[in-house]
Nanobody, 127 residues
Framework: QLQLVESGGGLVHAGDSLSVSCAAS????????MAWYRQAPGKQRELVAS????????VYADSVKGRSTLSTDSVKNTWTLRMTSLKPEDTAVFYC????????????????????WGQGILVTVSS
């Protein structure tokens, strides 16, 4: 099992910066992908940024590319999305997600892929 808890968020003004963090606990060694999604009012949940913990650079949605940074801390099992130049259209509930599954060292079989979600945290950007 994995448990994810988001922190950060809140109310900011357009042009401000803000970070949201996700802390994982439980079987954290199973995490293959760390990601942030968001869901704006009346819209579908969308991917904001994600990174493969096995290596590679984070990938970002076009809407946040160039003004967002996803960083991870493998010791603390946390990942943080830093967003700058915030816009009112960035207002959304942000959810962190971890993906587990596939093959692991020491396991003689592959594990089913599974998405783990945090409870969500609200980011509101006023104009």
């Amino acid at each position: 099992q994995l448990q994810l808890v988001e922190s950060g968020g809140g109310l900011v003004h357009a042009g401000d910066s803000l970070s949201v963090s996700c802390a994982a606990s439980g079987y954290t060694y199973l995490i293959k992908v760390m990601a942030w999604y968001r869901q704006a009012p009346g819209k579908q949940r969308e991917l904001v940024a994600s990174v493969d913990v096995g290596g590679g650079a984070p990938v970002y949605a076009d809407s946040v590319k160039g003004r967002s940074t996803l960083s991870t801390d493998s010791v603390k099992n946390t990942w943080t999305l830093r967003m700058t130049s915030l816009k009112p259209e960035d207002t959304a509930v942000f959810y962190c997600k971890a993906v587990s599954g596939g093959s692991y060292d020491g396991y003689d079989r592959t594990l089913e892929w599974h998405d783990w979600w945090g409870q969500g945290i609200l980011v509101t950007v006023s104009s």
